[in-house]
Each structure stands twice: as C-alpha cells, then as structure tokens.
C-alpha cells in the first residue's frame, strides 16, 4: 500500500491521510478543491495553494451633478447684473453733482508752467526785442569765477546805470572801482571819465556794453508763464525762461566773459511784467558744480522804470554835456565842475 503523507491543517503534524484523521489531534483530512487557472497569470503554476481574492470593486469617473450647470450660468448671470448696475450709476454720476474727491494720497502731477504766453505778455517779448525800446535800467552783476573756468579766482562786481531810447544809449558802466561813462548815438561812439568835462570819440563799443535788444528772448517759446505775484506792492506777472532760451552770459552782466573754460550749466532767467506786459525787474542766476564745490556762480539784477518814455540822446555839443536822467528821476544830472569851461566833444 502506497503512502499519502500529508500535514493536518490544524496542528500541522504529518500524517498518512490513506490510514485515517490525525493520529495527533483527530482532524480529518480533506484534500485541496483544484480551480482551473487562468491563462497568462502566476497562478498557472500554483493554482492550487491560491486563496481565494477579493471582488474588485468596479470603478468608473465620477457621476457628474446635475447642478453643476445651474451653478455656472448663475454665476455668469450675477457677474451681468453687476456690469449693467455699475454703468447705469457711471451714467447717473455724469449728469448730476460734482464728482467724488480722489482717494487719498492719490498722486496728482505737479503744475508745469507752460510754453506759451498770455496774449497782454505778449508785448514784454516785442519791447525787449525792440532795438528802439525806451527805458531807465540799472543793471547789477556779481561774477564768482575759479581757477577751473578762469585764468585766476576772482569776485568781480559789475554796475550800470543808463538809458536806452529810439536806438540810442548812455550810462555809466563800473567795474569793481573804474567807471567809464558811455554814449551811443547813431552808430557814433563817445566816452569820459564820470564827472569830467570832456567827451572823446570812440571807435567802437564793445557788443556785451550795449544793452538792447536786452536778454535774447528770440519769441514766446523762449518764456513760461509761472503766475501772478506781489513785488514791491504790485500785483506782477512772472515770466521764467524755458529751454529754448539760449543767452549771452556776457551781454547779461556787462561783461566779458567769452574766455571763460566752462559756462553755466544751470541757468533762470525770472521776469516781473505788469498786466500789459511792461517789465519791471528781473534776475538772472547761472552756475557751474562740481559736487558742492561752486566753479562759477553769477546773479544779475535789472530794474525798468520810465518804460515807453521817449527821451533825447544827442551827439555831445561843444559845452559840457550832463548825463542825462529820465522824467521825475531822483538822480537828476550832476552839474559840471566849477573850474570846466566849454570844451568841444573832439
């Protein structure tokens, strides 16, 4: 007889399943159900020691909601409700009340004075470039230079005192302590010493001594109109040069500065005009930096008075000729010393 040894299932001892149950703790022997395999799995080899699995639970893609449309359509509807109410009030707020402030610390540009000028300002640029343009002016020039834009470091104090009429001109020019009194009439030259008797012919003036056309403004571009304001108990106009204007440094202070190494790269030009555009005074500031180092530095001042106010400059006569002073001027002309005599103006 053949042996069928087998293990219990329970106590797992070894026992002949042909002579009966376990001899150890009875338990009868069943032999294992085979299952057919399936093809193409581990379990071809060992089909008959597999347990057996789970079901699987099927699984597909989610069930969609049937509200989820419902959703979408009214979130749509809610976002058209809201555009239609916000233009119906935009189109409220243009018809009536004044507009709501701006939010705070909304950032607003500053005010830029513009390139053009008011039409009674206008004039200021025509009489200042009139070479017949009639006026009292004094001029007053202080001139910083160093050794970076001048031969030598000096301060130099520049004043003029003099009128301009019909193309003509007479004043008196001082430079530091030397004065000169000076005459242009008709293209003819003339010069003395203040106070002296006699007049000498000159041949020429140089061109920075001559006052007009006065400060180069070529049109409107060259000015800006910055507001009205209090001078002196007067409600003025003030003008202030823009870019466009390009000026002769040595024709605004009366004096020769063509030599200098480097010009101003920072200038202003402010002028006082009254309504109908008549000037009153003006200032001009021009520098040259080298971080806080200042290499040039000038600041000039004019004042008009008289303006429009014809006056008469003659060739100088055989007497004595007074410098001449506008109507109702406090400096009226000196007299002529007591021991001058007639004395022919050559």
Known sequence: MAEKMVRCI???DVFDAELGPCLKCGTPYKP???TQ???GLYSERYAAEILPTQPAVASGPPRRRETTSYLIWGGLGLVGVAVVIAIVVQLAGLGSGPAAPAPIGAIRPAAMPTDTLPPTTDATIKDLNDIKFSAHITVQSRIQMTTAVAPKAQVVVVKYD???SGGNQWGTLKVGTSAQEAMLVDGEVFVRAPSAVKWTQASSIA????LSPI???QDTHALAMIG???KNGQVLNHLQATHWWRPDISRLSMYDLSNLRL????QTLDLWVEADGTPVYATYDGTNMAGNTTLFAMHVEYTFSNVGTAMTIAVPGADWTPSPAPPGSSSAASAPPASASATPKK
């Not at 061109?207 to 001559?210: D, H, L, S, T």
């Not at 010009?263 to 920072?266: F, G, R, S």
């Open 263 to 266: 010009t101003p790269d920072v």
């Open 215 to 217: 400060f180069g403004l």
């Open 207 to 210: 061109p920075y001594k001559v």
């Open 32 to 34: 294992p159900v085979v």
């Open 37 to 39: 395999p399936i093809d």
């Open 228 to 230: 009205q304001e209090t």
């Open 162 to 164: 003099g009128i301009v």
């Open 10 to 12: 329970r106590c797992h």
